[in-house]
């Protein structure tokens, strides 16, 4: 059995390269009650539902008309769709180590991600380099992501590929495109992006990312989809801004 806490030295990784893998952390039969309602989801269509036609991103369908448009990219508010995320999320397998990195009050967002991340192999979208706290809006950028694999997730099927130590850096503007993605053709970039790293992972292991942290995606070249939970979490006093998307949601706190 997992112990309920970081190491030393993960809690030291999480600190200097913005992510940690905990492998194993999930039971198998967690797994596959998550599996099961995530294939049922998506062969039902049961919204809340993105699109890949919705993000726009390289590769992507061009409209939800177009072929491959209705092809889903989330099926959201997870947390609210059944008992087994609720339990997953909440769970002191993950809280407990969410304290070590966010301090002792913390709040699960139901805004941001609160999802279950599908990567189709037919019509999948290249996700490039970015910072998750680009979307978001929150007094502080201090929040952390936990990537859940369902299944086995590796270069062919699209896993995330990290750039470590990136949440501690300041980017200058000119390094981002516009709507703020790193741009590979600067030279300070380039240098970052030999430092990659694949987040591999088999069913069952938990990445934990700093909402810093750039990551980027490759689209499934295999035929199977890819299913992943991902929940965000930040500290109870690191407010979102009201007003904005961030806020649009009531957190759920966490039982101390
Ligand atoms: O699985 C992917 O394509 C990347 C997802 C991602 O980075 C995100 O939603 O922020």
Redesign the pocket.
Known sequence: MRPDSFNASEFAQFERDGYVIARGLAAPTTVERMAELARHYLAAQSGPLEYEADVN?PGAPASRDAPGGRTV??LLQAYARDAAFREWATSPLLVNRLRQLLGPEIELSQAH?NCI?T?DPSY????SW?Q?IR?WAFERPELV?VWLALGREHREN???LLLPGTHAISFTAERLDDAKFLRPDREQNKTLLRTLVAAELDAGDVLFFHCRLF?????NQTAAT?Y?V?FTYHASGNRPVAGTRSAALPGIALPA
């Open positions: 991103y990219r989330r991600h991340m990567k999948s979208s290249i996700t970015h998750d979307y992501s699209g896993c995330l990551h980027a995606a490759g689209h890819k992943s991902v």
